[in-house]
């Protein structure tokens, strides 16, 4: 497991854009504790495991890319969506409490350092009804070759954990809007290097 660089929280910047759909949170990156996102609507039951809420336009992109996923046979549903600080907050501490510094800092974000609290970040599972083994499931290639059309990228790939600061994440997937995802999609990028090019 890669461990977290020194670079990562550190010089941290507080983002200027919350409701922007290219908004970057990251390890440097972070949103203010009372930020919750704008048109954040309730997920239909047959696109979520459960009571998620996502931004608007994520979640008519991810009902688009569910439905079709299922017209091929597939299944793509939704296990996490939209997370309040106060709640990543208790998740990352969990995280310490169960398996040390080391673990939470490479597989949860510190609470306003989550791309959760966007509004625009889900973790999804497939036919075998476990995220944390989507990469086994029959759904993942399919997502990973086609969830940029519906304008999600894969956020957390293998490889670039020393960009990313996360573990690699085959659940993980952010909606951008889809001509940034084709341009991240087909140069095999992750979010940070996009912005390094565009600016």
Aim: with cysteine; aromatic share 16%; proline share 2%.
């Amino acid at each position: 497991m890669t461990s977290c660089k020194d670079k990562f929280y550190e010089n941290i910047k507080v983002v200027k854009n919350p409701n922007d759909t290219l908004v970057l949170v990251n390890k440097n990156n972070k949103l203010k504790d009372d930020f919750i996102p704008n048109n954040l609507i309730k997920l239909d039951l047959k696109h979520s495991n459960d009571e998620k809420y996502l931004k608007k336009e994520a979640a008519l992109a991810f009902y688009k890319l569910s439905s079709d996923a299922k017209k091929l046979g597939y299944r793509i549903i939704v296990v996490s969506a939209y997370r309040s600080y106060t709640y990543q907050e208790k998740l990352f501490d969990y995280y310490v409490k169960e398996k040390g510094i080391n673990y939470a800092l490479n597989c949860s974000a510190k609470a306003g350092h989550s791309e959760h609290q966007t509004g625009l970040a889900i973790d999804v599972e497939g036919s075998n009804f476990d995220y944390d083994l989507f990469s086994e499931s029959k759904e993942f290639v399919w997502m990973r070759d086609n969830a940029h059309k519906y304008g999600f990228i894969l956020r957390y790939p293998k490889g670039k954990e020393d960009i990313t600061g996360f573990k690699y994440e085959p659940w993980h997937y952010r909606y951008v809007g889809k001509e940034v995802a084709k341009n991240i999609y087909e140069k095999n990028i992750t979010l940070e290097e996009y912005f390094e090019v565009a600016n």
